[in-house]
């Protein structure tokens, strides 16, 4: 029997507030870590007086994969993490959360992580996810993470894929069964050459996502052109929030509002769901006739 994978877990009793509003972010990544968190505290200065958590996209600070950074031979590992500090400083002194993708380096005999990283209100890191499914190409750059990452904020339970993870059915559900309310999406579907598959198919496969798992997601894109589709919002009931422009730097806030009646209403559906999936329902129900009767 395969063994479940830990998920890791970090709690927040700081923010009380009876809702959960979160800024979706788009900007056009660099590979250039300093001009990239100059981009990000002006959007998280402009963002912090409507949203508790700012959201950024994949590779944000560190920006993504090019020729500059192939193998990651001679990159600025100690740029980067003095970057990394200046998010912190900026979540301290505005009061609010930050999601964003940064690459990780955790040994030098290793290829870094794609990783996403939360960052407290008070400045404190609160816990760093790390992709799980790579692309073939990202093999060659990146090693793969082992395991999902769950936070909570506000009394909202969050879990956090990136990119191709989209992909995957299996992580959308694991999180679902661990009362994930939220998932934090963060890609770098950019820098195509005109309209892509991606922008036909992605959209409607996490609004499947989140209407199969009852899951709000927020969807956080590079903005490079050209963007295969726009940072946006999406309800549990698999319907589309508010998105951001197409190819323009900015944000879309939305929020999670405090209602126990449609929480309950959820819930039931998740576990319905959860246990129509498995054949636990109908297990005792189902009659068994011979071959080839009717």
């Known amino acids: 029997m395969r063994r479940k994978q830990p998920i890791r877990c970090y709690s927040s009793k700081a923010m009380s507030q009876p809702r959960l509003s979160v800024a979706t972010v788009q900007f056009a990544v660099t590979a250039d870590p300093v001009a990239n968190v100059r981009r990000m505290i002006a959007l998280m200065r402009r963002a912090a007086a409507d949203a508790a958590v700012v959201h950024f996209p994949e590779c944000a600070l560190s920006g993504y994969l090019d020729k500059k950074v192939e193998r990651w031979a001679g990159y600025d590992w100690a740029g980067l993490a003095a970057v990394h ?37 008070h400045g404190d890191p609160a816990i760093r996810y790390d992709k799980r499914c790579c692309s073939l190409s ?27 993870e989209w992909s995957f059915p299996g992580l959308w559900q694991a999180y679902a069964e661990a009362g994930v309310d939220l998932v934090f999406l963060s ?41 295969a589709f726009a940072s946006h919002w999406v309800k549990r009931s698999g319907r589309r929030g508010s998105a951001c422009r197409l190819h323009r730097q900015g944000f879309t806030v939305n929020a999670i509002a405090d209602d126990p ?34």
Do not use: M
Request: charged fraction near 20%.
């Open 85 to 121: 500090d200046q998010l912190a400083e900026t979540c301290r002194d505005l009061g609010v959360w930050v999601v964003y993708g940064a690459a990780h380096r955790f040994d030098e005999a290793w290829l870094p992580h794609n990783s996403v990283f939360v960052v407290g209100p």
């Open 261 to 294: 009646e449609k929480d309950a209403l959820y819930a039931r559906i998740r576990a319905f769901r959860s246990e129509a999936s498995s054949g636990r329902l109908y297990e005792n129900l189902r009659v068994t006739t011979p071959a080839g009767k009717h």
């Open 187 to 227: 890609a770098f579907a950019a820098g195509l050459d005109g309209r892509h598959l991606h922008s036909d198919v992605v959209p409607p496969t996490l609004q499947g996502h989140a209407f199969t798992n009852s899951l709000f997601i927020s969807v956080a894109n590079a903005s490079n052109p050209a963007q």
């Open 138 to 164: 990202e093999l060659d750059h990146f090693t793969p993470g082992s395991a999902p990452a769950v936070i909570d904020i506000a009394g909202r339970r969050c879990g956090i894929l990136v990119c191709l």
